[in-house]
């Protein structure tokens, strides 16, 4: 049996879509977990984990296996049942929504379900993940892990909005919800006037603010740094995870980096081509060179475009987003609660309802009315600013005491 055979058969090719993303996907925590210790030492100025293995390559699996055998400790008073399935709820999305991710052009191998209904799906999806937090600081019976649990869920509720409206602007402009599509309708000409570039979303207009606000959401859905408040240690000692340990901590450890690499995949699906290698159309290039003394560069122009090496490119993108993860971390403190849910209301949604709507102008009406549009708001924005900065503010009265306490 040949593999175009063994995919197109009904159970086994239903096994190679469902293994390869897994696999995929659960053996590269191990060593995205390394990478970011090795970059985070390299960015502070310190070493970073080097002595198990040759250059520290086996330091995550000795701290797997650490984890494994380390003794459960279980509090008391936690409700047993919630306690031990927070951490696969929390793991569980993560996989659900890789695999509705296309890596490559091939649609009898990726994605393991292309629904008609993908960006809905996965919205739905990753909306699941903090069920998983919210339960475990609740079962822990622990005020440090509620807390944890209850910044979660504000969080997710700040930032979905913002998250959903930057993905309905690239649903505007691509014209459907699968994300095989979507992938498609960017390797058309770059702003449907450029043959030589493919029209990659991060590459328009509204496209770089889109993007913009996407990955700053998707930092505050992941519970990183600068917007891990959910677990801030300054804070609520771990957070959600306060009380767990041995594999049921590694559990939601793995949970959250299987998540950054979802959502990294997602936005290089949404807005970075997928697996094009380059914004630039290698294939129209190679055209060019197929007759002249330089055919042999035509010929690897194209194959780098072709379908053989598609996986290669989607996760070398995918390990530069999660760098960029990091390079986050090292760089931006952690915000205040209060300035996470300014940001969230104050910024990141009205930019991204603003955007979308200057997307709906393009799509109706052209460029021009779409420029003009910005232009107001832009205007009509400093104006609102520069009259609220002008206000002057209300004194208020400030009481300490109700009423005055004689001193003994």
Known sequence: MDIAALLAHPVWGALVRIIIPLAVLLLSIPFVILWERRLLGWMQD????NRVGPHGLLQTIADGIKLFFKEEVIPRGVDRIIYTIAPGIAFLPAVTVFAAIPWGPNPDLTPVANTNIGVLYILAITGLGVYGTVLAGWASNNKYSLLGGLRSSAQLISYELAMGFSLAAVILSSGTLELPRVVAEQAGPLWGVVPWMHNWYILTPWGIVAGALFFVCMIAETNRAPFDLPEAESELVAGFHTEYSSMKFAVFFMGEYAMILTFVALY?????????????????????????????????????????????????????????????RATLPRLRYDQLMALG????????????????????????????????????????????????????????????????
């Open 46 to 49: 310190r070493i970073g984990p």
């Open 345 to 408: 209301w104050k910024v990141l949604l009205p930019m991204a309802a603003v955007n979308l709507w200057v997307v709906a102008i393009w799509l109706v009406f052209g460029w021009p009315a779409a420029i003009l549009a910005t232009l107001l708001v832009t205007i009509g924005f400093l104006w609102l600013q520069t009259f609220l900065a002008k206000t002057p503010e209300a004194p208020r009265e400030v009481k300490l005491f109700d009423e005055a306490v004689p001193v003994q």
């Open 268 to 328: 290089t699906v949404l807005f970075f081509g997928g697996w094009q290698p380059l914004p630039i159309n290698l294939t129209y290039m190679g055209s060019f060179l197929a007759g002249g003394s330089f055919a042999w560069l035509g010929s690897v122009l194209k194959f780098l475009e072709s379908s053989w090496i598609a996986g290669i490119w989607f996760l070398l993108k995918v390990f530069i987003g999660f760098s960029c993860f990091i390079w986050v």
